[in-house]
């Protein structure tokens, strides 16, 4: 009772009191002089009632009453009719109300008991609106059309942009088409069965720049039913500097030695001539470095590939520099085997392999092209990164030192591949197994988003990473965006903004304005499907049908009626007054 | 009377009108007829006036006149009887009978003159300007008329040059219109073509056509120029049309561009000048196989068809044919020109022609092969196109063929075919020893003595080398005395043994064996001359081998006598030793005689034995390469292009001089390509053209350049790139921890 007693003048309570106590006690002390004592307690009473009810007027008490209890439907994009009828059956007084996105519809004073949804759901912003509500997420459309998508937005030229997804309950005939920004189709794929299926487009991305490439969907009569922008960022690439090792020269070291140079990447190759003597040839190099080891010129380099032997015969020296470099800068290592890969290379890092007695293999992307390996393959091993298997073998792998890489292949005499004529296939064998394990340059700030479209007047929440102390984020007009530091990890912070305009749109760093990010920015009209299964999936996690729908009680504190106080007064007053009288 | 001179009147104006009508008739289906050929009107009145001229004098329309015409309805109407005529007279001069006649006849001839009509051929000549003009009208309706208008022929729509004004901000005035285009090619006059006209700007000719231009504005116009990739060629004028020509060297593009009396310039869409080249002939033989061999007893001929065909037009055709006589170093070529038996029509695109070739009339032995070829030439000038069928092979087969062994080394066959080698004849001699006991006495005397013989031509042969003709050294005898010794032996034979010998011997011994030169009787006496000539017959003075050479092959020769000797005794086991030294001997000689060819290849430097081995470094140095290789990006421009179009439609931006400048840069790279490649990317070189000279573009234009631009570029490769990955303590904790837990 007294937890549901509160004043509206609360500020004022121990004034009051003391007040009213005070007055009682010169009250009290006055009757006392009174000569006739006879109803004194009654006259104490009805004082302390009256003082009682005057205090009262002064702060105003409130009393905790019950709210009005009504149960509300929202209705929004794609709700079945047929549960909207069952639910105003079962509740005839039930409020249905349309939602619009980003417009309040509850009214706080007079808040629902329980909300039903139907349809696709509220936005994930707007549900700030139904905090502490008791919320029951009917609806569960039936999704159709692309309602997953993946895909890196930046890639680096010549590269092959993957972009996978999921296409909920396609119709047999249906197509869906990666088209350039010049309007061509590049990829396509055609839905066989009516079901949902996974899909995946993929096209070479030849010209750097930053480009609007579009999924098209088209049903068997080739009619166009959708057309969705996706950005897609082609950067141009940047070289390696890369250090080769060679204890005598091999046709293998050769050939990788040609194609790295001819790609512009800045290569050292030291090949033993013979004892002591070596011989050295820099390419796209200005400034030759001694290759003596040591942590500093290793520092130069993103990548040293190394014969086993020679990997073998370094001084004790050369190792632990090498290994700092590895540990402390990210410095990759590759060790080419020499025909046999005899033993273990357990320096620095310990591979364990396997002898299979396979020496010819053929991989699934190349079908038709052989590839000739050592007889073995390399143990699965927790930290073991595979870089290329064959049937689940591991054949090229990367294992983590510290900041670096160290990469063991059993493929051997690739260089037969270029003879062949293969020289796309070589090339991806060896640009994938470089890019896995050379050092990654540490960016300034890293940016990160999560949605893979980004919706106009929508919410981009961003993360940054960055050393830098206390960053400041701009928005492309400029404008400072808030950040908030991740309490755990100080080097992480989080921002949030609308983006204004569609298309390519950038965040810079107020300390650094080179360092920007560019995202692509969709109006609110394209990706409805899969704007619609994200809306649902958020709904369902938000209001988790396992909640027990209850009819919760509101209740509200509500200021008490003073006449009767005043009334109360009046009458203790009156009594005080008219007994001396009578 | 004057009723009845009219009716003859209005009588012979019906019969000219009907004439005229023929004619009329004629004429105007001609006149149809050649306009529906010609699909031009002034051809067609020019048939029109020619034909009914020409029609005219034959009908002779104005000809019947009044007296005609009676003569006519007299001839054609009995009950007239024949005196129409009478009608024509006045009747003042006519007699009392005559003017009775004359009023009979006037009652008469009204109601005789309905039947009658005038001669004409109205039906006939109706029928032939109907199908005149059936004839045309079909001729028209399945484009046979096309033959007929190459000259004029209506600019299509499609065609006309486009002119754009490279800046049209400032355009005041209209655009001067273009009149009239014509494009003439003048195929090469080998190539029997036409010249063909027409209005379409896209030129695909064949190499060394000349082509020209015809452009006619309405307005007077201060330059018109052909632009190539780099060159301008100033249009002239010409009778109010601007003209050029050209001959055609190769692919290219071009433009018109002109500029008016204003100071604007204008510029046109981008054509494309495509050569064919002349293709050389292609010739194929048919119905021979590629080596055919023939056996000495056959026929011998072979025959075999040529199929040349040319896209122009052939010039000529012939066989090559080879013939080669002999094997080895001694083979012969005879190089002969063959035409064909059907003669090749000059100037057809495709020949069928035939051959026989008899080898026998080719003077060809057996051995002997012929080697042939059809070579055909086209009519391409200044330099024709040649090419050559595969060469087919015919021979006949050789069944004698020489193999001979001994001589190998001296380089000339001097050997007669029956000859035996010493070798030989140590063989046949041991195996005449051995069948010793088999043989009758007589047969193996017999063989003996043929052993015996051939020893002696094996001697002789020898003995040739020695230049030994007149052998005077003791005990030799040579081919020539041989007569006579033998006449001696003969004569010592007679004494005892003179049967025995005949019965064995048959006269093979002497060089006359089948007498067919009268035997010398007597020898004349040596040469006078001998004494005065450097004389190479002498033995001793030969100088084909060298001197130890020379007294080894005598030794042989002297061996060869004693082993002939007991040959021709019966006694071959003595003749044996004589035969195993002559065959020695002749080893030893050929030995010597052999050449020995220095092997030509790596001559190794000597090696110092001082410093081989010893391990030691001091001369060998590392070795530094340095080298920068530039990572080559086709069609940058392009790949700048396609960008900056890119962001040009994204933010609505407005191109600018660089821009422009960028496209012109693009539109040169992808005019290379499209150099290979014209069909593909001339829409997108002409945009990209006017992008470049025009600011004012649509955005679907752009997309349509892009598209052209992108297509342009080769796919690029996979390339190792340095890639960011952020790093920052937790991260780290993460690896370590991870790492200690390995």
């Given at each position: 009772?007294?937890?549901?007693?509160?004043?509206?003048n609360?500020?004022?309570?121990?004034?009051?009191?003391?007040?009213?106590?005070?007055?009682?006690?010169?009250?009290a002390?006055?009757?006392?002089?009174q000569?006739?004592?006879?109803?004194?307690?009654?006259?104490?009473?009805?004082?302390?009632?009256?003082?009682?009810?005057?205090?009262?007027?002064?702060?105003?008490?409130?009393?905790?009453?019950?709210?009005?209890?009504?149960?509300?439907?929202?209705?929004?994009?794609?709700?079945d009719?047929?549960?909207?009828?069952?639910?105003?059956?079962?509740?005839?007084?039930?409020?249905?109300l349309?939602?619009?996105?980003?417009?309040?519809?509850?009214?706080?004073?007079k808040?629902?008991?329980?909300?039903?949804?139907?349809?696709?759901?509220?936005?994930?912003?707007?549900?700030?609106?139904?905090?502490?509500?008791?919320?029951?997420?009917?609806?569960?459309?039936?999704?159709?059309g692309i309602?997953?998508?993946?895909?890196?937005?930046?890639?680096?030229?010549?590269?092959?942009?993957?972009i996978?997804?999921?296409?909920?309950?396609?119709?047999k005939?249906?197509?869906?088409?990666?088209?350039s920004?010049?309007?061509?189709?590049?990829?396509?794929?055609?839905?066989?069965?009516?079901?949902?299926?996974?899909?995946?487009?993929?096209?070479?991305?030849?010209?750097?720049?930053?480009?609007?490439?579009?999924?098209?969907?088209?049903?068997?009569?080739?009619n166009?039913?959708n057309?969705?922008?996706?950005?897609?960022?082609?950067?141009?690439?940047?070289?390696?500097?890369?250090?080769?090792?060679?204890?005598?020269?091999?046709?293998?070291?050769?050939?990788?030695?040609?194609?790295?140079?001819?790609?512009g990447?800045?290569?050292?190759?030291?090949?033993?001539?013979?004892?002591?003597?070596?011989?050295?040839?820099?390419?796209?190099?200005?400034?030759?470095?001694?290759?003596?080891?040591?942590?500093?010129?290793?520092?130069?380099?993103?990548?040293?590939?190394?014969?086993?032997?020679?990997f073998?015969n370094?001084?004790?020296?050369?190792?632990?520099?090498?290994?700092?470099?590895?540990?402390?800068?990210?410095l990759?290592?590759?060790?080419?085997?020499?025909?046999?890969?005899?033993?273990?290379?357990?320096?620095?890092?310990?591979?364990?392999?396997?002898?299979?007695?396979?020496?010819?293999?053929?991989?699934?992307?190349?079908?038709?092209?052989?590839?000739?390996?050592?007889?073995?393959?390399?143990?699965?091993?927790?930290?073991?990164?595979?870089?290329?298997?064959?049937?689940?073998?591991?054949?090229?792998?990367?294992?983590?030192?510290?900041?670096?890489?160290?990469?063991?292949?059993?493929?051997?005499?690739?260089?037969?591949?270029?003879?062949?004529?293969?020289?796309?296939?070589?090339?991806?064998?060896?640009?994938?197994?470089?890019?896995?394990?050379?050092?990654?340059?540490?960016?300034?700030?890293?940016?990160?988003?999560?949605?893979?479209?980004?919706?106009?007047?929508?919410?981009?929440?961003?993360?940054l990473?960055t050393?830098?102390?206390?960053?400041?984020s701009?928005?492309?007009?400029?404008?400072?965006?808030?950040?908030?530091?991740?309490?755990?990890?100080?080097?992480?912070?989080?921002?949030?903004?609308?983006?204004?305009?569609?298309?390519?749109?950038?965040?810079?760093?107020?300390?650094?304005?080179t360092?920007?990010?560019?995202?692509?920015?969709?109006?609110?009209?394209?990706?409805?499907?899969?704007?619609?299964?994200?809306?649902?999936?958020?709904?369902k996690?938000?209001?988790?049908?396992?909640?027990?729908?209850?009819?919760?009680?509101f209740?509200?504190?509500?200021?008490?009626?003073?006449?009767?106080?005043?009334?109360?007064?009046?009458?203790?007053?009156?009594?005080?007054?008219?007994?001396p009288?009578? | 009377?004057?009723?009845?001179?009219?009716?003859?009147?209005?009588?012979?104006?019906?019969?000219?009108?009907l004439?005229y009508?023929?004619?009329?008739?004629?004429?105007?289906?001609?006149?149809?007829?050649?306009?529906?050929?010609?699909?031009?009107?002034?051809f067609?009145?020019?048939?029109?006036?020619?034909?009914?001229?020409?029609?005219?004098?034959?009908?002779?329309?104005?000809?019947?006149?009044i007296?005609?015409?009676?003569?006519?309805?007299?001839n054609?109407?009995?009950?007239?009887?024949?005196?129409?005529?009478?009608?024509?007279?006045?009747?003042?001069?006519?007699?009392?009978?005559?003017?009775?006649?004359?009023?009979?006849?006037?009652?008469?001839?009204?109601?005789e003159?309905?039947?009658?009509?005038?001669?004409?051929?109205?039906?006939?000549?109706?029928?032939?300007?109907v199908?005149?003009?059936?004839?045309?009208?079909?001729?028209?309706q399945?484009?046979?008329?096309?033959?007929?208008?190459?000259?004029?022929?209506?600019?299509?729509?499609?065609?006309?040059i486009?002119?754009?004004?490279?800046?049209?901000t400032?355009?005041?005035?209209?655009?001067?219109?273009?009149?009239?285009?014509?494009?003439?090619?003048?195929?090469?006059n080998?190539?029997n073509?036409?010249?063909?006209?027409?209005?379409?700007?896209?030129?695909?000719?064949?190499?060394?056509?000349?082509?020209?231009?015809?452009?006619?504005?309405?307005?007077?116009?201060?330059?018109?120029?052909?632009?190539?990739?780099?060159?301008s060629?100033?249009?002239?004028?010409?009778?109010?049309?601007?003209?050029?020509?050209?001959?055609?060297?190769?692919?290219?593009?071009?433009?018109?561009?002109?500029?008016?009396?204003?100071?604007?310039?204008?510029?046109?869409?981008?054509?494309?000048?495509e050569?064919?080249?002349?293709?050389?002939?292609?010739?194929d033989?048919?119905?021979?196989?590629?080596?055919?061999?023939?056996?000495?007893?056959?026929?011998?001929?072979?025959?075999?068809?040529?199929?040349?065909?040319?896209?122009y037009?052939l010039?000529?055709a012939?066989?090559?044919?080879?013939?080669s006589?002999?094997?080895?170093?001694?083979?012969?070529?005879?190089?002969?020109?063959?035409?064909?038996?059907?003669?090749?029509?000059?100037?057809?695109?495709?020949?069928?022609l035939?051959?026989?070739?008899?080898?026998?009339?080719m003077?060809?032995?057996?051995?002997?092969?012929?080697?042939?070829?059809?070579?055909?030439?086209?009519?391409?000038?200044?330099?024709?196109?040649?090419?050559?069928?595969?060469?087919?092979?015919?021979?006949?087969?050789?069944?004698?063929?020489?193999?001979?062994g001994?001589?190998?080394?001296?380089?000339v066959?001097?050997?007669?075919?029956?000859?035996?080698?010493?070798?030989?004849?140590?063989?046949?001699?041991?195996?005449?020893?051995?069948?010793?006991?088999?043989?009758?006495?007589?047969?193996?005397?017999?063989?003996?003595?043929?052993?015996?013989?051939?020893?002696?031509?094996?001697?002789?042969?020898?003995?040739?080398?020695?230049?030994?003709?007149?052998?005077?050294?003791e005990?030799?005898?040579?081919?020539d005395?041989?007569?006579?010794?033998?006449?001696?032996?003969?004569?010592?034979?007679?004494?005892?043994?003179?049967?025995?010998?005949?019965?064995?011997?048959?006269?093979?011994?002497g060089?006359?064996?089948?007498?067919?030169?009268?035997?010398?009787?007597?020898?004349?006496?040596?040469?006078?001359?001998?004494?005065?000539?450097?004389?190479?017959?002498?033995?001793?003075?030969?100088?084909?081998?060298?001197?130890?050479?020379?007294?080894?092959?005598?030794?042989?020769?002297?061996?060869?006598?004693?082993?002939?000797?007991?040959?021709?005794l019966?006694?071959?086991?003595?003749?044996?030793?004589?035969?195993?030294?002559?065959?020695?001997?002749?080893?030893?000689?050929?030995?010597?005689?052999?050449i020995?060819?220095?092997?030509?290849?790596?001559?190794?430097?000597?090696?110092?034995?001082?410093?081989?081995?010893?391990g030691?470094?001091?001369?060998?140095?590392?070795?530094?390469?340095?080298?920068?290789?530039?990572?080559?990006?086709?069609?940058?421009?392009?790949?700048?292009?396609?960008?900056?179009?890119?962001?040009?439609?994204?933010?609505?931006?407005i191109?600018?001089?660089?821009?422009?400048?960028?496209?012109?840069?693009?539109?040169?790279?992808?005019?290379?390509?499209?150099?290979?490649?014209?069909?593909?990317?001339?829409?997108?070189?002409?945009?990209?053209k006017?992008?470049?000279?025009?600011k004012?573009?649509?955005?679907?234009?752009?997309?349509?350049?892009?598209?052209?631009?992108?297509?342009?570029?080769?796919?690029?490769?996979?390339?190792?790139?340095?890639s960011?990955?952020?790093?920052?303590?937790?991260?780290?904790?993460?690896?370590?921890?991870?790492?200690?837990?390995?």
């Open positions: 009772m007294i937890d549901s007693l509160s004043f509206i609360n500020h004022w309570f121990w004034y009051v009191v003391i007040f009213a106590i005070l007055l009682w006690l010169v009250f002390w006055k009757e006392w002089q000569p006739n004592k006879s109803k004194l307690y009654l006259k104490l009473v009805l004082a302390s009632v009256a003082l009682t009810s005057l205090a009262f007027i002064v702060l105003k008490p409130l009393v905790v009453s019950q709210l009005d209890t009504y149960k509300m439907v929202v209705l929004t994009k794609g709700y009719v047929n549960k909207l009828d069952s639910i105003k059956n079962s509740n005839k007084k039930i409020q249905v349309n939602y619009e996105v980003n417009e309040s519809f509850i009214n706080p004073n808040k629902p008991s329980t909300i039903y949804i139907l349809g696709e759901g509220i936005a994930p912003f707007d549900f700030y609106q139904l905090d502490s509500l008791n919320v029951s997420y009917l609806g569960n459309p039936k999704a159709s309602v997953q998508l993946k895909f890196d937005q930046e890639q680096v030229v010549g590269n092959t942009i993957n996978e997804g999921l296409y909920a309950n396609a119709k005939g249906r197509k869906i088409i990666l088209e920004p010049a309007n061509t189709g590049l990829d396509s794929i055609v839905f066989s069965t009516d079901s949902t299926q996974p899909f995946k487009l993929s096209t070479q991305l030849n010209v750097i720049g930053n480009y609007e490439y579009h999924l098209i969907e088209k049903d068997s009569l080739n166009l039913i057309s969705n922008p996706i950005g897609i960022r082609v950067v141009p690439e940047s070289d390696l500097s890369i250090l080769i090792i060679n204890g005598f020269p091999t046709f293998e070291t050769k050939y990788l030695k040609n194609y790295l140079a001819e790609k990447h800045q290569l050292t190759v030291r090949s033993q001539v013979t004892r002591g003597k070596f011989k050295y040839e820099y390419f796209n190099l200005n400034t030759k470095t001694a290759v003596d080891f040591s942590e500093k010129t290793l520092q130069n380099f993103d990548l040293v590939i190394i014969d086993a032997q020679s073998r370094l001084g004790r020296n050369q190792k632990s520099s090498l290994e700092k470099a590895v540990r402390n800068d990210g990759g290592v590759f060790i080419q085997s020499n025909t046999v890969f005899n033993g273990i290379v357990n320096y620095l890092t310990d591979f364990n392999v396997q002898a299979d007695n396979i020496t010819k293999i053929n991989m699934e992307a190349w079908p038709k092209i052989g590839f000739t390996k050592s007889p073995l393959h390399l143990k699965p091993n927790f930290t073991l990164q595979s870089i290329f298997e064959v049937n689940n073998q591991i054949l090229t792998a990367s294992k983590t030192l510290g900041q670096g890489k160290i990469g063991l292949s059993a493929f051997e005499n690739t260089y037969q591949l270029i003879l062949n004529g293969n020289d796309k296939v070589y090339q991806t064998l060896w640009s994938e197994t470089i890019n896995a394990i050379s050092k990654k340059q540490i960016p300034i700030v890293h940016w990160e988003t999560s949605s893979s479209v980004i919706f106009k007047d929508e919410p981009l929440k961003f993360k990473r050393q830098i102390d206390k960053p400041k701009l928005s492309e007009q400029n404008d400072l965006i808030p950040l908030i530091n991740d309490l755990n990890n100080s080097h992480l912070w989080k921002g949030k903004t609308y983006p204004k305009t569609t298309g390519w749109q950038k965040l810079s760093l107020a300390q650094d304005t360092q920007v990010f560019r995202y692509y920015v969709t109006d609110t009209t394209k990706w409805k499907s899969l704007k619609s299964y994200n809306t649902t999936k958020a709904n996690r938000q209001f988790s049908t396992a909640k027990a729908v209850t009819n919760k009680q209740t509200t504190r509500q200021p008490l009626s003073l006449v009767w106080f005043y009334l109360v007064f009046i009458l203790s007053i009156g009594y005080l007054w008219l007994e009288k009578l | 009377m004057i009723e009845a001179k009219n009716i003859l009147t209005k009588f012979t104006q019906r019969w000219q009108l004439l009508l023929e004619v009329f008739l004629y004429a105007l289906g001609s006149a149809i007829l050649v306009y529906f050929l010609s699909t031009n009107l002034l067609a009145v020019l048939g029109f006036i020619l034909i009914s001229a020409l029609m005219s004098f034959i009908k002779k329309p104005w000809q019947p006149n007296k005609a015409s009676s003569s006519f309805i007299d054609h109407a009995a009950t007239l009887e024949h005196s129409t005529s009478l009608l024509l007279k006045p009747s003042e001069n006519l007699s009392s009978l005559a003017m009775l006649q004359q009023q009979k006849i006037v009652q008469r001839l009204s109601a003159v309905r039947n009658i009509s005038p001669p004409n051929n109205l039906i006939k000549s109706c029928i032939v300007a199908s005149l003009i059936l004839i045309g009208f079909l001729a028209y399945f484009n046979l008329t096309d033959y007929f208008t190459t000259e004029q022929s209506p600019i299509n729509k499609k065609d006309v486009s002119f754009q004004p490279t800046d049209s400032d355009l005041q005035a209209e655009i001067p219109k273009l009149l009239n285009q014509s494009l003439t090619i003048y195929y090469p080998y190539t073509l036409r010249a063909s006209k027409s209005s379409t700007m896209d030129v695909i000719a064949v190499e060394g056509s000349r082509i020209s231009w015809e452009l006619e504005f309405n307005d007077a116009l201060e330059t018109v120029s052909i632009e190539n990739i780099d060159n060629y100033a249009m002239e004028l010409k009778d109010g049309k601007y003209t050029y020509s050209l001959n055609l060297t190769g692919s290219s593009f071009y433009n018109f561009k002109f500029s008016d009396k204003k100071g604007n310039t204008y510029f046109s869409d981008l054509y494309a000048i050569v064919t080249k002349d293709e050389a002939p292609t010739v033989i048919k119905g021979i196989e590629q080596f055919t061999q023939f056996e000495f007893t056959d026929y011998k001929t072979v025959q075999f068809n040529s199929e040349i065909t040319d896209d037009g010039n000529e012939y066989i090559i044919a080879t013939v006589k002999g094997t080895g170093e001694s083979v012969k070529f005879r190089e002969e020109q063959l035409s064909f038996d059907t003669s090749l029509k000059r100037g057809a695109k495709s020949q069928n035939s051959k026989t070739i008899n080898l026998e009339a003077k060809m032995e057996p051995g002997d092969e012929l080697y042939f070829y059809v070579q055909a030439s086209d009519l391409k000038t200044p330099k024709p196109n040649i090419s050559r069928s595969e060469t087919y092979f015919v021979a006949i087969k050789d069944t004698t063929t020489n193999t001979f001994v001589e190998g080394t001296l380089g066959d001097r050997m007669p075919d029956y000859f035996r080698s010493q070798r030989q004849l140590i063989i046949d001699t041991e195996k005449l020893i051995k069948q010793r006991g088999q043989l009758s006495k007589k047969d193996f005397n017999f063989t003996s003595n043929e052993l015996g013989f051939d020893q002696k031509a094996l001697r002789i042969k020898y003995g040739e080398f020695m230049g030994e003709e007149q052998a005077e050294e005990g030799v005898i040579t081919q005395n041989l007569e006579d010794f033998e006449a001696e032996n003969e004569h010592h034979g007679e004494e005892g043994e003179e049967d025995l010998l005949a019965a064995y011997t048959h006269d093979h011994d060089s006359n064996e089948h007498n067919l030169v009268e035997e010398k009787k007597e020898r004349e006496s040596e040469n006078p001359l001998e004494a005065f000539a450097h004389s190479h017959d002498d033995a001793e003075m030969a100088t084909l081998f060298e001197e130890s050479l020379r007294s080894k092959l005598l030794k042989a020769l002297g061996e060869m006598w004693d082993s002939e000797l007991y040959l021709r019966y006694e071959p086991e003595k003749s044996l030793p004589y035969q195993y030294r002559a065959l020695t001997l002749l080893q030893d000689i050929k030995n010597s005689a052999r020995y060819v220095h092997r030509i290849g790596f001559d190794p430097p000597p090696i110092k034995e001082d410093t081989r081995l010893s030691k470094l001091e001369d060998i140095n590392s070795y530094r390469k340095n080298e920068t290789l530039e990572n080559e990006v086709l069609f940058p421009s392009i790949r700048t292009a396609i960008y900056r179009i890119e962001q040009i439609i994204n933010n609505n931006s191109i600018s001089e660089r821009d422009q400048s960028l496209f012109e840069r693009a539109g040169n790279e992808l005019a290379q390509k499209a150099i290979e490649n014209p069909g593909q990317f001339l829409q997108t070189l002409q945009e990209l006017q992008l470049s000279e025009n004012d573009t649509t955005l679907e234009m752009l997309r349509t350049i892009q598209k052209g631009l992108i297509k342009a570029i080769p796919s690029s490769e996979f390339h190792p790139s340095k960011d990955r952020f790093s920052d303590q937790i991260n780290q904790l993460l690896l370590k921890e991870l790492e200690i837990h390995d």
